[in-house]
């Protein structure tokens, strides 16, 4: 993050611990949109990302005091609604998703791929302003469990670093590294499969 925006986020910091009315109101403008993006991406409900997104700005300005500037604020801030969506998730019976051990790879012992891996680059950019592809890109990240999902949405959507993921999940960079190669593995093999057959199921 750059240093001004990183002043900026202490200086705010300060003054939520100040109890300013302002500094409260800036915050929400700041990450709402970020944090109900995210949560919606976790939850797939969009009364439940914004009840968990309330519950996340509430944390915050109780919690404003605790936090210890180790890491950066707006990390700080995901972690909070990373946990937020997880305790909602487990805190109801959650729907089915899907395996993503059928759609992986499968490997030779001598580790070379037993099946060829088909080029779906140029159809991809071919139909990339295809509302419905993006809708179907969407569906297949919802699918997925959502210790994947989790980590495929902070770093391919919201562009965050494997060690900020790491940080924001309390994982290992490794970690990391291993779920999202998996889900990107999962979500290519479903986009080469619509691609040649047109349909989702």
Same mark, same amino acid.
Request: glycine content about 6%; proline content about 2%; hydrophobic content about 40%.
């Given at each position: 993050?750059?240093?001004?925006?990183?002043?900026?986020?202490?200086?705010?910091?300060?003054?939520?611990?100040?109890?300013?009315?302002?500094?409260?109101?800036?915050?929400?403008?700041?990450?709402?949109?970020?944090?109900?993006?995210?949560?919606?991406?976790?939850?797939?409900?969009?009364?439940?990302?914004?009840?968990?997104?309330?519950?996340?700005?509430?944390?915050?300005?109780?919690?404003?005091?605790?936090?210890?500037?180790?890491? /950066?604020?707006?990390?700080?801030?995901?972690?909070?609604? %990373?946990?937020?969506? #997880?305790? +909602?998730? =487990?805190?109801?019976? @959650?729907?089915?998703?899907?395996?993503?051990?059928?759609?992986?790879?499968?490997?030779?012992?001598?580790?070379?791929?037993?099946?060829?891996?088909?080029?779906?680059?140029?159809?991809?950019?071919?139909?990339?302003?295809?509302?419905?592809?993006?809708?179907?890109?969407?569906?297949?990240?919802?699918?997925?469990?959502?210790?994947?999902?989790?980590?495929?949405?902070?770093?391919?959507?919201?562009?965050?670093?494997?060690?900020?993921? /790491?940080?924001?999940?309390?994982?290992?960079?490794?970690? %990391?590294?291993?779920? #999202?190669? +998996?889900? =990107?593995?999962?979500? @290519?093999?479903?986009?080469?499969?619509?691609?040649?057959?047109?349909?989702?199921?």
């Amino acid at each position: 993050m750059p240093a001004e925006r990183l002043l900026d986020d202490n200086v705010l910091l300060e003054e939520l611990r100040g109890g300013s009315s302002e500094a409260v109101e800036a915050l929400f403008e700041r990450f709402h949109g970020k944090i109900f993006g995210l949560a919606m991406s976790i939850l797939k409900n969009e009364s439940d990302a914004e009840e968990a997104a309330q519950d996340v700005f509430l944390t915050v300005f109780q919690k404003a005091h605790t936090f210890k500037g180790n890491s /950066a604020l707006y990390s700080w801030i995901y972690r909070i609604c %990373v946990n937020a969506c #997880l305790m +909602r998730l =487990r805190g109801k019976r @959650r729907q089915e998703t899907v395996s993503i051990e059928e759609f992986m790879p499968i490997f030779s012992e001598d580790g070379m791929h037993t099946g060829p891996v088909e080029d779906w680059s140029k159809e991809v950019e071919r139909k990339m302003l295809d509302k419905e592809l993006g809708q179907v890109i969407r569906k297949f990240t919802d699918d997925l469990s959502e210790k994947y999902r989790v980590v495929f949405v902070l770093s391919d959507v919201e562009g965050l670093s494997n060690e900020e993921t /790491a940080q924001i999940l309390g994982l290992t960079v490794p970690a %990391v590294k291993s779920r #999202l190669h +998996r889900a =990107r593995l999962y979500l @290519r093999e479903q986009l080469t499969r619509y691609l040649r057959e047109g349909k989702t199921e």
